[in-house]
């Protein structure tokens, strides 16, 4: 069972701050991430307001960190990260499912989308010493040695379309299952709903909201 520090008792803003990460900029972020999906055409592609929601979250991300001393890399051209040297930290951003952000009965949440070998290669670093790797990739590539010793973060995020609200959390995982979702974590900081007045559209709001992770080419 992880770690977690809930949203209620006010501890989140001091835990983030450990990993350099100031709250009002992920706060920021989801603002930024809800105004885009608003600003979608109802007659655009079904999967549009997912698309500009993510990629207006992980643009207001980077422009919110780098003042805090996290600089923005492209993992094989196609994972945005936000890395912290000093700290030696790495964030990601990723869809989660219902349980994001909540405490439900002790049960934890997983990605919404299964997560390919780039993400593999990351959560290696995450592996408490002595722990092996539990789903062994077929790649022969190692995990980029920029990263060695890096702890690897994800900003989980849920639409919630009933709840008019965003629900979110920055967790620390410790692995995937074996569909490749990211179900287990070491550490979860909780944080307060963003309440917003509408999820607009009849699809799930969730629908393409994450980063294109795709396996990597061993040549």
């Known amino acids: 069972m992880a770690l977690l520090v809930p949203a209620g008792d ?32 109802p007659d655009g592609a079904p999967t549009a307001p997912g698309y500009f929601a993510y990629n207006a979250l992980v643009a207001s991300l980077t422009g919110g960190l780098r003042g805090s001393g996290w600089r923005r890399v492209n993992l094989n051209g196609v994972l945005p990260l936000l890395v912290h040297d000093d700290r030696r930290e790495i964030l990601g951003v990723s869809s989660g499912d219902r349980l994001t952000g909540t405490s439900y009965l002790g049960r934890e949440p997983r990605s919404r989308y299964s997560k390919g070998e780039l993400t593999r290669r990351l959560l290696r ?95």
């Open 125 to 219: 670093s995450n592996q408490p010493p002595g722990q092996g790797v539990l789903f062994e990739s077929q790649s022969t590539e190692e995990p980029p040695e920029e990263f060695d010793g890096y702890s690897y973060w994800l900003f989980l995020v849920y639409f919630d379309k009933t709840e008019l609200e965003i629900r979110s959390e920055v967790s620390l995982p410790e692995g995937q299952n074996a569909k490749g979702y990211v179900s287990r974590w070491f550490h979860r900081i909780q944080l307060p709903p963003y309440a917003v007045d509408d999820i607009p559209g009849d699809d799930d709001p969730n629908g393409g909201f994450g980063p294109i992770d795709v396996p990597v080419d061993p040549r």
């Open 10 to 41: 006010g501890g989140y803003e001091q835990r983030l701050m450990k990993i350099g990460i100031p709250y009002p900029d992920l706060a920021e972020s989801l603002g930024a991430s809800n105004t885009a999906r608003r600003s979608c055409h």
